[in-house]
């Protein structure tokens, strides 16, 4: 089969590999119809994330039909259309069964990596290091996917494949960096990011009851976006100071919750933080940069929430800890729980309250997925989201 | 020091080594020994005199006699606590383990473990180069659902002893709590225990408990040998980033 292959930094290829095989009792075999690229993958193509191996096969964002069930899956039939949570949870150790689904006990085979520098560590992860398990990814023809009693879920087929997709991760990714927020009625939410997940977040927090929802970028497509499409008041931090501007529209209180929809990777055009951060990126004396956060911190309301969606990895430097401490601000964040949101989150889509569509700028055939790439590196072309199609 | 060569064996070695050097010195014509004579024949005189063979110990070799209890007896060998909660009855996990047979299914390092009678049964295990060690153990303590503890029996070629308890968890579960204890061969830094368990013999127990979870809890070990890569993205290349394969 063809699957898009990762080989270093800005290099990623697409490779003629064996099929996928059932291995465990509890795989299936998933033929893709279709798959994405995540911000996230931008991390593992900007060379971030460590435990990347030549040839690994990138994707965690799929979907598409069963092919093939391992002896002791019983709820699937070959022909079945499922999307696939890209966190790979076996369902029934402790954390699966309180619907903690991205901190499975047993799904990943080399957790023993992943504690050495966290303590602990978290579920495998389809396409995302060997961290994360080494899983082989969805942007392929075809993928294996374990405990697939657990993770798929079967979706109608009058929803198109673009209306169902993102169910794979970045619809519950903004879902639940909203629902972290504890948003009580009227309450003013600031999303920095306003990337695919910063805009579902955008909408998930209205949806939840969110008086006014500000999109914070510097990207004027997306900015569009999220006020045309999300409902949101946007700043553009180029031309705009974050702070005083965030406070002006909360009369003077700051925002309840900010939203981090950005992560390990926020560029922060001039800011001193921001120029310090990738001058020690670069020279390995940390690893993630965190403009956007510490903006967050600083701007969020006394006694308000900061939700984490973005992806961070490794140290922190120069983290206003003592700032989220003066206002009491609670702190959560952690990789998403996504079957834990697919039944409330396909309803919404079914009753048309989400429509995920709005967020794709392109779609390409699996074969293009390098230019596509570089293409949302660079967000040429207003790129926000590629559907890659592999036949 | 430890030993685990016999008396005679360590006589020969003695003879043969200072032979080794009395016949090299009397062919340099005062040139000197070549170092590969001369680390042969001072590895044979140092073998003689300390006891203690370093191939032996690699290859899992040990003549020495001894009494387990003697050699494992207060803080002596090297000892390994780990622990971990699976999502089972402690009476479940206990038989599981009790049946020393299934000990291979998640000890990465083990073969094989044949059980000879209620109490006694012989264990093989993994060697460098292909080769096993084998050692019978004896099942010294034994409380119904709550401890099992075992040790190798006396003149065995390895001295380990072990023990698990089973103890209920706060929040449902069963905590499996495990120290093994063995006798290095060289001390605490032995090579022989390195090749066994790997560098670190905490993380491979740990690794292997983590098996013996996935494996109660899910009915199956994950796994990503035998998936699909690129070219040049080989199961080597995998292993090389940390990988079990």
Redesign the interface.
């Known amino acids: 089969m063809k699957a898009l292959c990762w080989y270093g930094r800005h290099d990623v290829r697409v490779e003629r590999v064996p099929d996928p095989e059932i291995l465990n009792p509890r795989d299936a075999i998933v033929r893709v119809t279709s798959t994405a690229i995540c911000g996230s993958d931008l991390h593992l193509y900007d060379g971030f994330i460590p435990g990347m191996a030549p040839g690994d096969i990138l994707g965690h964002e799929f979907m598409g039909e069963i092919v093939e069930v391992g002896s002791n899956v019983r709820n699937l039939a070959r022909g079945d259309r499922v999307i696939v949570p890209f966190t790979i949870a076996c369902g029934s150790c402790v954390q699966c069964l309180q619907g903690n689904y991205s901190l499975c006990d047993n799904s990943n085979p080399n957790v023993g990596a992943l504690e050495k520098v966290y303590g602990y560590g978290g579920s495998g992860l389809f396409g995302y290091s060997h961290l994360y398990g080494g899983y082989a990814g969805g942007q392929a023809e075809y993928v294996r996917v374990p405990f697939a009693d657990v993770g798929p879920f079967k979706v109608p087929d009058y929803l198109s494949d673009e209306h169902v997709l993102f169910m794979t991760d970045i619809l519950p990714t903004g879902y639940m960096a909203a629902e972290n927020c504890s948003i009580k009625p009227g309450d003013v939410v600031a999303v920095w990011g306003c990337g695919p997940v910063g805009l579902f977040a955008i909408q998930c927090a209205y949806l939840l009851g969110a008086g006014k929802v500000i999109g914070i970028d510097c990207v004027e497509d997306r900015l569009r976006l999220a006020r045309e499409r999300a409902n949101a008041e946007t700043i553009n931090f180029l031309d705009t100071d974050v702070y005083d501007r965030l406070r002006e529209l909360t009369g003077g209180r700051g925002p309840n919750s900010c939203i981090d929809a950005v992560g390990l990777e926020a560029h922060g055009h001039g800011s001193i933080g921001a120029v310090y951060d990738k001058t020690k990126a670069m020279l390995m004396l940390a690893t993630d940069r965190l403009t956007a956060l510490r903006q967050a911190i600083v701007a969020c309301g006394k006694g308000g929430t900061v939700s984490i969606p973005g992806v961070y990895g490794g140290l922190l430097d120069k983290v206003p800890l003592g700032a989220a401490f003066a206002k009491g601000l609670t702190m959560k964040m952690g990789q998403t729980h996504v079957h834990r949101y697919l039944p409330t989150l396909l309803d919404h889509i079914e009753e048309g309250r989400i429509d995920p569509t709005f967020v794709i700028s392109h779609t390409l055939r699996l074969d293009d997925a390098p230019e596509g790439y570089a293409m949302f590196l660079e967000k040429a072309d207003a790129c926000t989201k590629i559907v890659l199609k592999p036949s | 020091m430890q030993r685990n060569i016999s008396d005679w064996e360590r006589a020969i070695s003695l003879a043969a080594g200072g032979a080794l050097f009395a016949y090299a010195l009397s062919r340099t014509r005062g040139q000197g020994i070549s170092p590969m004579t001369a680390t042969t024949a001072t590895g044979l005189i140092a073998r003689g005199l300390s006891g203690f063979c370093p191939l032996s110990a690699t290859v899992g070799r040990n003549s020495r006699g001894g009494d387990t209890r003697a050699a494992l007896g207060g803080s002596r060998g090297l000892h390994v606590h780990e622990s971990v909660?699976i999502?089972r009855p402690a009476p479940e996990l206990f038989r599981f383990w009790r049946d020393f047979s299934n000990l291979p299914r998640f000890m990465d390092h083990l073969e094989d473990v044949r059980i000879i009678s209620p109490t006694r049964s012989v264990w093989t295990a993994k060697a460098p180069a292909g080769l096993t060690i084998k050692w019978e153990a004896d099942v010294i303590n034994e409380i119904e659902g709550e401890l099992i503890g075992w040790q190798s029996t006396d003149n065995a070629d390895v001295a380990t002893a072990g023990s698990v308890r089973f103890v209920p968890a706060p929040?449902?579960?069963t905590e499996i709590i495990v120290h093994l204890q063995y006798e290095p061969p060289a001390g605490k830094v032995g090579g022989w225990i390195a090749s066994l368990f790997g560098e670190e013999p905490s993380?491979q127990i740990?690794?292997d408990l983590?098996k013996l979870?996935?494996l109660l809890?899910?009915?199956?070990?994950?796994?990503?040998?035998?998936?699909?890569?690129?070219?040049?993205?080989?199961r080597r290349?995998?292993r090389?980033?940390?990988?079990?394969v």
């Open positions: 909660t999502g929040r449902g579960g993380q740990r690794a983590r979870k996935a809890e899910t009915g199956e070990a994950p796994s990503i040998v035998g998936q699909p890569a690129g070219p040049s993205g080989s290349t995998a090389a980033v940390g990988v079990p």
